[in-house]
């Protein structure tokens, strides 16, 4: 009895009016019929309010109701329209739209409506049928409402006049049960049955007519169906009395069967019909005519009146219907007629293509799904029937997707191989369905599949080494240059952030400061060449996905040089108090070398390169200072009036795009007895010109070479700076000048200037000091100027005399030396 309840809530909505004898079958039919073999079946009546139970079924197929939405459960038809839906919350199945049962099954014995129960993950489908059972929801209806006879007065007595019958759509005892004829003196109305079962009217003579009498007789024949409560249908009857027609037409059958392709032309001739009648004149005159057509085959089906010949008048399919039954009528002139069935059996042909509904489809696929992933369900059927609704279901080629069939007329579409949306970020497939018709018909339908892009791939540079360069003293916040690292992924995915990595080893990684979002860099501090002149930090680009990759890059920073440092003097040294004089024998001839003003620059380059002259002198003509070489030597030879003690006051200037400057005292004292070197006049028979010519000789050589040699060995120049090499003197017995004479401090990061880092050095006066050679270096006895005197000088010049070298200055190990000539 538990099946029985189960269906009692549709036998409870059912219409009140249906009778009790209905009522118990459809409970029968509902206990027998309800479930079998992994079907379930709810056999309900038509016209049930929309929202209406039909029954639970997930009670009714053992399934928990929590899974219906979980799974995403739905009902879906079969080339039907959908007429009922799942709640899934509660597994009840609900009518969603109006069921009329002749609207659907026409006058069929049987009206069933398959549906199917899906289920996904994992995939289940089952069968759903509803038997839609009649109610007595249509009255009886006769084609004509008003029905002309014209009767012979001479018509014997129990003659019978065939009557159309009433059409009620409804089946079973909803349909036309009785008759009934309006209360008269002359005629009486009995059924009669035709060859089929069918029965209908007929109006029987019972008493003598009189046309002089009576020449028109009115009648009303009421069609009555068996349904609880009972409806009916009526026609008038408007009987004309003539004279004798005593014949009525004969057909030469009574059921004609013939078939028809379906689609045929119009104008096909599918039957011609064949009645006789054996009156002459007007009364033999036979006119056919459908006694009842509906709707639907109004326009298809059409009989010549005269002649009997039905045509094809419209489209006739055979999924509309497979089979017609029509009645027709041959009606003589005197208003008799007979009737016959006409059974038309529709032949299929392959004239439906298949049909491809995408039940469920996941628009997006993520590129990491494992091959096997449920990617679309699709469901392919054709409304032909036998071999032409056989249907093969195939995808594109080159793809990398399959299909997998596990339920009739079901296709699953799955992943079948790696996906990598940046090798193919969407799939455009084409499903191809074909039948198995003569010849065959496809379908096909295209589905857009967008994969989903993962975190799969890092970050990337556009240059695994970037080189930036910066003037010193530039304010905090200065831009430096941008960075750019690019993701081929898409989305969060593609997103990049970036940052500085801070070493813990060292501090260069707070010098520049980035912006996160756009890998500009900008300076954090304020920059100083002679302390650093080249540092690296190291920069990461992360991604947004989850987890994040990164990548990284090194970004070289050089300080470029400014001319922000002096020349400093270093010889002759300008203290307070105290100035070193230099000595010149009286009789020094023209160009003779007195002293040489040495300066350092702590800039580099093009800042650090010096140039001398003379701004001052107790005697403006005597001595010249070399421009490059700061040199200075007599112009002419001495007199008896020039004073014995000389002043020179030197200015020296760098090459800066705004030069800077210091100026330098030089005394010097012309002596007797001093011996005159011949080594110290170079210039004393040689004219200037030819000093100017090699100077001029140097420097177009350097410039035509400084090209060459900057690509060439500006790599080696660095390289070397950096390995710490020191270059020695030849001679290590050279004399030095005092500790005092240098001052502290002076540095140079760049390897490339005058003067090097956080080291003293010592200045010293060389054997051959008049020439210009000079030597700095520690460890020396700070008397060493006050000692020389006129022997010193020729005892040393004479040690020495074979071996000039040139002013060089040393630091520690870790720094190499500069030459200064």
């Not at 249509?138 to 003659?159: M, Y």
């Not at 799904?369 to 995808?395: E, F, W």
């Not at 690292?485 to 990684?509: C, F, M, V, W």
């Not at 005292?665 to 090699?694: H, K, M, R, W, Y």
Request: hydrophobic letters at 40%.
């Amino acid at each position: 009895m538990s099946t029985l309840n189960r269906f009692l809530k549709a036998y409870l909505i059912m219409d009140q009016r249906i009778n009790s004898k209905w009522s118990l079958h459809f409970l029968w039919f509902c206990f027998v019929f309800g479930i079998s073999f992994g079907e379930v079946r709810y056999i309900l009546p038509e016209e049930m309010q929309r929202g209406s139970v039909i029954g639970n079924v997930a009670r009714d197929l053992g399934l928990d109701v929590s899974e219906l939405g979980a799974r995403r459960a739905r009902v879906v038809a079969e080339g039907t329209s959908q007429l009922c839906e799942l709640d899934t919350a509660s597994g009840n199945l609900l009518i969603s739209q109006r069921i009329d049962r002749e609207e659907l099954c026409a006058q069929a014995s049987v009206c069933i409506l398959q549906y199917q129960l899906l289920l996904e993950h994992p995939l289940r489908a089952y069968s759903l049928v509803l038997d839609i059972s009649d109610i007595n929801d249509n009255s009886p209806v006769f084609a004509a409402e008003e029905i002309k006879l014209d009767l012979v007065e001479s018509t014997v007595l129990g003659r019978r006049f065939p009557l159309e019958s009433a059409h009620d759509p409804d089946l079973g005892t909803n349909s036309v049960r009785e008759y009934k004829l309006s209360p008269n003196d002359h005629f009486a109305l009995e059924m009669s049955s035709q060859i089929n079962g069918n029965a209908y009217p007929e109006l029987v003579l019972k008493k003598a007519l009189d046309r002089e009498a009576q020449a028109e007789h009115v009648l009303k024949i009421n069609g009555i169906d068996g349904g609880n409560p009972v409806r009916s249908g009526t026609a008038s009857i408007h009987i004309r009395v003539l004279d004798a027609n005593d014949n009525v037409p004969v057909f030469s059958q009574r059921v004609y069967k013939v078939s028809v392709p379906e689609n045929s032309p119009i104008g096909t001739v599918i039957a011609t019909l064949n009645a006789t009648d054996l009156d002459e004149g007007v009364y033999g005159e036979i006119t056919y005519s459908f006694s009842h057509l509906s709707d639907k085959m109004g326009g298809v089906i059409e009989i010549h009146p005269l002649r009997g010949e039905v045509r094809v008048a419209g489209l006739i399919d055979y999924e509309d219907a497979s089979t017609h039954e029509l009645d027709v009528q041959a009606k003589d002139g005197g208003g008799q007629a007979s009737h016959c069935k006409l059974i038309i059996d529709v032949i299929d042909v392959n004239d439906n293509k298949p049909v491809i509904e995408i039940k469920s489809a996941s628009a997006n696929v993520a590129e990491d799904s494992k091959p096997g992933t449920m990617v679309a369900l699709i469901n392919v059927y054709d409304l032909d029937t036998g071999s032409s609704g056989r249907v093969t279901c195939t995808i594109s080629e080159n793809v990398p997707f399959r299909f997998v069939s596990e339920v009739k007329n079901y296709y699953m579409l799955v992943t079948d191989g790696i996906l990598d949306r940046e090798f193919q970020p969407e799939y455009n497939i084409t499903i191809t369905a074909t039948d198995a018709g003569s010849p065959p018909l496809s379908g096909e339908k295209i589905l857009t599949i967008v994969v989903n892009d993962i975190n799969d791939n890092p970050p990337a540079f556009t240059q695994t080494e970037y080189d930036a360069n910066i003037l010193e003293n530039q304010p905090v916040g200065t831009f430096v240059m941008k960075v750019k690292a690019e993701d081929i992924d898409d989305g969060p995915n593609a997103k990049i952030l970036y940052q500085i990595l801070r070493d813990t080893n060292s501090e260069t990684s707070a010098f520049l400061t980035m912006n996160s979002d756009t890998g500009e860099l900008f300076t954090s501090r304020l920059f100083d060449y002679e302390q650093s002149v080249h540092f690296k930090i190291t920069v990461a680009a992360h991604d947004g996905g989850d987890p994040p990759l990164s990548c990284t890059s090194t970004v070289n920073v050089f300080i470029k040089d400014q001319n922000d440092n002096a020349p400093v003097v270093l010889y002759p040294v300008q203290t307070t108090g105290f100035i070193t004089e230099d000595m010149v024998p009286v009789e020094a001839p023209k160009g003779y070398l007195v002293t040489k003003v040495v300066a350092v620059d702590a800039d580099s380059g093009h800042n650090a390169w010096l140039s001398y002259r003379i701004i001052k002198a107790t005697r403006p003509n005597l001595f010249v200072v070399g421009l490059h070489t700061g040199e200075i030597r007599t112009v002419r030879v001495f007199e008896e009036d020039d004073e014995q003690k000389q002043t020179v006051l030197v200015l020296v200037t760098d090459n800066g795009h705004e030069s800077l400057s210091a100026t330098a005292t030089v005394s010097i004292v012309i002596g007797d007895g001093l011996p005159v070197l011949n080594e110290l006049f170079e210039f004393a028979e040689e004219s200037q010109d030819s000093d100017n010519i090699t100077l001029y000789l140097i420097i177009a050589l350097a410039a035509v070479s400084s090209l060459f040699i900057m690509l060439i060995t500006g790599v080696f120049y660095f390289k070397l700076c950096r390995r710490d090499y020191v270059y020695r003197s030849p001679s290590a017995s050279l004399p030095v000048f005092p500790t005092t004479y240098c001052p502290a401090s002076f540095t140079d990061f760049s390897r490339c200037g005058t003067l090097l880092k956080d080291d003293r050095y010592d200045s010293f006066l060389t054997t051959g000091s008049w020439r210009g050679d000079f030597r700095f270096g520690s460890n020396t006895d700070t008397d060493t100027l006050k000692k020389r005197s006129a022997a010193y000088q020729k005892s040393t010049l004479r040690r020495a005399s074979a071996d000039r070298v040139t002013l060089k200055m040393r630091a520690a190990a870790p720094h190499p030396c500069y030459v200064v000539t």
